[in-house]
Nanobody, 121 residues
Framework: VQLQASGGGLVQPGGSQRLSCRVS????????MGWFRQSPGKEREYVGVITWAGGVPYYADSVKGRFTISRDKAKNTGYLQMNSLKPEDTGVYYC???????????????WGQGTQVTVSS
């Protein structure tokens, strides 16, 4: 399974950004897609996860109400819609594939390469 994240960039505080994560190379129906982020000097942080089969999302408290995770099975692509962005949302965002809706990095077997999101005026 390979994952490729895209869509990062520079956005002003209060703005929005949508990240995509395209999946290839395997049957993904039994997996979940997790989203994590990492800023310099900090550990990789859980953002949320979605079950690929049922499309049920779960979120970290820090992004609940601002971020929305979805997926398009026909396109083999997951999405992270980020609204009301804050400077503290800055970081490299990663998508990952795992077998359960774990909030831990170790719960994921496959990782995309990451895409930088910078929230700054």
């Amino acid at each position: 399974v390979q994952l490729q994240a895209s869509g990062g960039g520079l956005v002003q505080p209060g703005g929005s950004q949508r990240l995509s994560c395209r999946v290839s190379g395997g049957i993904f129906s039994s997996y979940v897609m997790g989203w994590f982020r990492q800023s310099p000097g900090k550990e990789r942080e859980y953002v949320g996860v979605i079950t690929w089969a049922g499309g049920v999302p779960y979120y970290a408290d820090s992004v609940k109400g601002r971020f929305t995770i979805s997926r398009d099975k026909a396109k083999n692509t997951g999405y992270l819609q980020m609204n009301s962005l804050k400077p503290e949302d800055t970081g490299v965002y990663y998508c990952a594939a795992g077998e359960s809706t774990s909030p831990w990095v170790g719960g994921y077997n496959y990782w995309g390469q990451g895409t930088q999101v910078t929230v700054s005026s």
